[in-house]
């Protein structure tokens, strides 16, 4: 095989005896047995590899090994050395020609010049003196290949080793044939043995300069087509590399897709067959069943009992379905023994203040309470939660803002408790509690818009947080970079997206606005929703795998609040327009940023759990709380299309006439949001997309602390 030291001898070129080898006739033999159905041909069972099989791969990922290594080598040191030696080399010829001969100037001028040069050619020879070790150590790995090639024909095990698919409908042969590419990728880079001329050196630095990239997805497109082989497996598509290199969440992916398509082959065969509606009495039962008694692995849940609470309340609240009774007051005496009395509400009683904590409990009292105090025994034993107690009023608001005052940050981020971490999170957490419960100022919002944009990461989401440098002066403590130039950390994610998102959406409704790049978080959110093949789910993280709960966080509450952002808001319709006719609206429509129908079916079809009742992530996964509560919130936004309403928005803050202007901005930007068509007889209610809380309930809960 050539390297990168000298051309490979024309009769001793390893691949020319691998070519001749893989044009062999394999002997009579029977035929390879018929893969059962497509996934076995796309992925060999190790039960039926032969010894062959395992040390083909073996010697294949050694193989990949190199290249990459050899790629690398090339990319990262031998173009960056080659690439300033010839500039170098171009500032010494132009010297050389503008400047007299044996004058000192040019002397002290190419002085530098020259030490500059002779060090990247050291450096460059050190890259081509790797470069041929790893060029002979492929030559070794081929000559390897050729011996597996023969034993395996001598042995009789032809049949075994190169007709039944391996990986993605490659045979043995197929995968040797395949090791004739990187000659194409390995040209001769050193001069010939006699001393080259000035002018043959630097043709070897441009030649170097000019190699191609040696990547996998370049050796792909010279390997052999999959041809009529293609049509045998799922995934065949797949190129080479992508299955000599398999990872686990590749498998994983493989397999979801499958699963998907599978749950959907029906209804793809049967144009007749019905479509699966939500099988809501079902899914009751099973939310009914995370209250009383608790299930025994959900005891590593006892920090999170607010959070169970808020999602069994507001699933069943969705569905038309809502806590009654004993179930309720229960619940809303519970959540109220849940405050810490440093403030906020903790996961469970006597457990410290958190902002993710508090948020369920409000909205969750939000879901179930109504204004009073403290419920009563009487009232649980007469199965009512009465007037005058239902909870509102035990809410101690004023140690709850106190208390977030505390948790804020000079730059505008929140701890998420006290002495705890920064999170994107608790900032939408402060912003729905404070919004719910009337006590947002001026103070505790300053710089929370600029902090959130912060986060934004250059794929266009948010990550969970941006790095601050804090700076000690005297008694006070002060940002030391404005929060525009503090770095995001981490990778853009749903969940803190819809977060960010979400806050910002309420904060730029209010009138606070910041440098978010709506462009790019559009671009980025519209690439989360999945293939057909993968059911129309959305994913949480770029080449991450579907899941049913980012149908909220990416889906429905995200992009209802990404089209509040980019598209203008809803003018009332006519007063002579018929409400009940869904043709009325049609001029009031806009562009949608997702498929909501394709939405809707991944969740019907993929999400609802057989047997147990209950939503879940995708199949082979468990129903829990969290994943019912999630699909079932993004279900109801596929139904409802909501946009703020002007009129509305309106009428709203003219109740509050001579209240803070932030206050009343707030109140109208939450009341805002109404629907732009007719949704379907038997729908979800529908959820408001900041606060993820019942459009009744936001509305009840906000009037009773600003108007009241």
Known sequence: MPNAGTPAKKGNDPFARLAANTTRSPRASAPPPTPKDLHDAFLLPRAQETTFHRRLRTLLLDFVKQLIEWEEEHTLEGIRWASEARQVWDEIASILRTSPKDDEQQRASLIPLLQTLEHATTELSSVLARLEKHGARITVLADMGTELLLEASDGGKEAAAFGVPMWGTWTMERFEIALLVPQLYLPTTIAPADAPTDTAKRAILEQFVRLPHLHPSGLASHAPSFGADAALATGASRHFFEHVCEAETSIEQAETEQAIHELFAPFENDASAPFPTLRRG??????????????????????????????????????????????RVRAVSTLLHF??????????????????????????????????????????????????????????????????????????????????????????????????????TEALFQGVADHIASCQTYEGGFAALSCSVLVIDHDTVRTGLSVHAQPPQGEAHGGYAFCASAAYTQLCLAGKSSRVDTRKLVRWATSLQGTP????????????????????????????????????????????????????????????????????????????????????????????????????????????????????????????????????????????????????????????????????????????????
């Open 533 to 708: 093949y993968e059911g129309g789910g959305f994913r949480g993280r770029t080449n991450k795998l579907v899941d049913g709960c980012y149908g909220w966080f990416c889906g429905g509450g995200l992009m209802t609040c990404l089209e509040a952002l980019v598209f203008p808001p809803m003018q009332e319709p006519a007063q002579d327009m018929d409400l009940e006719s869904s043709s009325s609206w049609e001029s009031a429509q806009e562009p949608e940023l997702f498929d909501r129908a394709a939405l809707a079916a991944y969740i019907l079809v993929v999400a609802q759990a057989p047997l147990t009742g209950g939503l879940r992530d995708k199949p082979g996964k468990r129903a829990d709380a969290y994943h019912t509560c999630y699909n079932l919130s993004g279900l109801s936004l596929t139904q409802h299309k909501l946009r703020p309403s002007v009129q509305q928005r309106r009428e709203a803050e003219a109740q509050l006439a001579h209240a803070p202007a932030l206050l009343r901005a707030l109140y109208g930007a939450s009341l805002a949001w109404a629907p732009t068509d007719v949704p379907e007889k038997d729908a979800l209610a529908a959820t408001h997309p900041v606060f993820n809380v019942g459009l009744t309930h936001v509305a009840q809960m906000m009037a009773h602390w600003y108007i009241a």
């Open 339 to 440: 405050q810490d009395p440093h403030g906020g509400f903790g996961g469970g009683p006597g457990q410290l203040g958190h902002l993710m904590s508090t948020y369920a409990a409000v909205c969750a009292l939000a879901i179930l309470g109504k204004p009073g105090g403290m419920p009563s025994e009487q009232d649980i034993a007469s199965d009512k939660l009465a007037d005058g107690r239902g909870g509102w009023d035990c809410i101690d608001r004023k140690r709850i803002y106190a208390w977030m005052m505390r948790l804020k940050q000079p730059d505008g981020a929140f701890l998420v408790h006290d002495q705890g971490e920064i999170d994107v999170r608790a900032t939408y957490c402060v912003v729905v509690i404070a919004s719910l419960l009337g006590i947002a």
């Open 282 to 327: 079902e899914h009751a039962a099973f939310l009914q069943r995370m209250l009383e008694p608790l299930p025994a692995p959900f005891v590593a849940f006892d920090s999170n009992r607010a959070w169970i609470i808020y999602w069994v309340a507001h699933a069943l609240d969705l569905m038309g379905m809502p806590l009654q009774g004993a179930m």
